[in-house]
């Protein structure tokens, strides 16, 4: 799943780069960032091998301002 998303990720990465595609890949990156919010509440509650708690309850609230960053793309 993480190879999925990845995939995804640098898809829409490379679609922002052309102004016929940003409106979607700036969508996709939106649906993408909400679609994985479960899995990064998930690490922070039940923590990750390695990364401290501080970082991963700091990955929350950021999660929303990349939403809203995409967002000027759309």
Known sequence: MNK???AFEIL???GLLSELTRHYAAFGII???IAVFPA???MYQKGAK???K???LLRL???FGLIAWAYLYT
Do not use: D
């Open 61 to 63: 609230p950021l999660q």
């Open 54 to 56: 501080w970082v991963l």
């Open 31 to 33: 649906i993408l960032l």
């Open 4 to 6: 999925l998303a990845g």
């Open 12 to 14: 829409f990465g490379i």
């Open 40 to 42: 990064n509440l998930y």
């Open 50 to 52: 390695g990364i401290p």
